[in-house]
C-alpha cells in the first residue's frame, strides 16, 4: 500500500476560515472551494468549547455549533485543504481504514469523522498534492465532520469528560435535540463562519446562507438572519475577536 503524503480535509464551518485552519494546521496546502454533495449543514448540537469560552446563551439556546448530516440531495460549498501525513497521522494513511490525526481529533471532539466524496470548484490546484489522491480508488475524497451520538462520545473521551465538558454546564446531551426543541446557533460562531464564507467569495457566502439550516432542517441561515439582523453587529467579547473575526 502507498501511504500518501497528505490527506484532503473539508471544512464547513470554522474551517471555511484559512486563519481558524492554521490554529491546527500551521502547515496547511492549497486552501480553496469545493462542494460536497449528500450532506446537508445543520445548526443541531451544542459544543463545548462555546460553555467553556462563556459565548453560550444557554437560557435562550443560542449554543449550537455546526455538523453535517447524510441527505440524498442536498449539497454545499466547503473549503478544501491538505494536511501532511508524512508521519502517518492519519491511520498511517489507511484512507479505507480511516481515522483522524490527534489534533484533528481534539479540535472536532464530539463528531463522527469520516471520508466522503467531493467536488472541485478551484481551479488553482497545486502539483504538490500527492498523486495516490488522483488515483481511481481515492479521486475526490476528503475528511468530513458528521453527526455522531452521544453514545460514541463516552465511548471515545469517558462519562469525566462529558460531565466536564456537558453535564456541568446543565447539557445533558450533545446529539438528541429535536426538530422542534428550539436550538439556536451561538451567536458569535455564527458570526465567525458567515464572515469567512463571506471572505471565501460570493459562491461559498450565498452556500452558507442558503444551504445551511437551524435544527428544524426548514429554516436556513439566510432567513435566520433577516429575523436577527443583530447577531451580525455583535462582536464577540474583546479576547475573542481575533478568533472569531471571520
Known amino acids: 500500500m502507498i501511504i500518501p503524503k497528505s490527506v484532503t480535509i473539508l471544512g464547513f464551518g470554522s474551517l471555511l476560515s484559512e486563519k481558524s485552519a492554521k490554529t491546527t494546521f500551521p502547515n496547511l496546502q492549497n486552501f480553496r472551494l469545493g462542494k460536497v454533495h449528500n450532506y446537508k449543514r445543520v445548526f443541531g448540537h451544542p459544543a463545548s468549547i462555546f460553555f467553556q469560552r462563556s459565548i453560550a446563551n444557554i437560557e435562550t439556546k443560542e ?13 454545499f460549498v466547503c ?3 491538505e494536511v501532511s501525513n508524512e508521519n502517518g497521522e492519519f491511520s498511517n494513511g489507511n484512507l479505507a481504514d480511516f481515522s483522524p490525526s490527534m489534533a484533528f481529533r481534539e479540535r472536532e471532539e464530539e463528531f463522527e469523522i469520516i471520508m466522503v466524496p467531493y ?3 478551484s481551479s488553482n490546484v497545486v502539483s504538490d498534492v500527492d498523486s495516490d489522491h488522483s488515483s481511481p480508488s481515492n479521486l475526490l475524497k476528503g475528511i468530513l465532520c458528521t453527526r455522531s451520538t452521544d453514545e460514541k462520545y463516552i465511548e471515545l473521551w469517558g462519562d469525566k469528560r462529558f460531565e466536564e465538558n456537558y453535564l456541568k454546564y446543565k447539557i445533558d446531551t450533545i446529539w438528541n435535540w429535536g426538530v422542534d426543541s428550539g436550538l439556536k446557533p451561538c451567536g458569535p460562531y455564527l458570526r465567525h463562519c458567515v464572515l469567512a464564507a463571506k471572505n471565501m467569495g460570493d459562491e461559498c457566502y450565498q452556500s452558507f446562507l442558503n444551504d445551511t439550516f437551524l435544527v428544524d432542517r426548514k429554516t436556513t441561515i439566510r432567513e435566520y438572519l433577516e429575523n436577527n ?7 464577540p467579547p474583546t479576547d475573542l475577536r481575533e478568533r472569531y473575526g471571520g
Open 63 to 75: 449554543m449550537s455549533s455546526l455538523s453535517t448530516e447524510y441527505c440524498d440531495g442536498s449539497s
Open 79 to 81: 473549503s478544501v485543504f
Open 119 to 121: 467536488e472541485e470548484l
Open 229 to 235: 439582523p443583530v447577531l451580525m453587529d455583535t462582536l
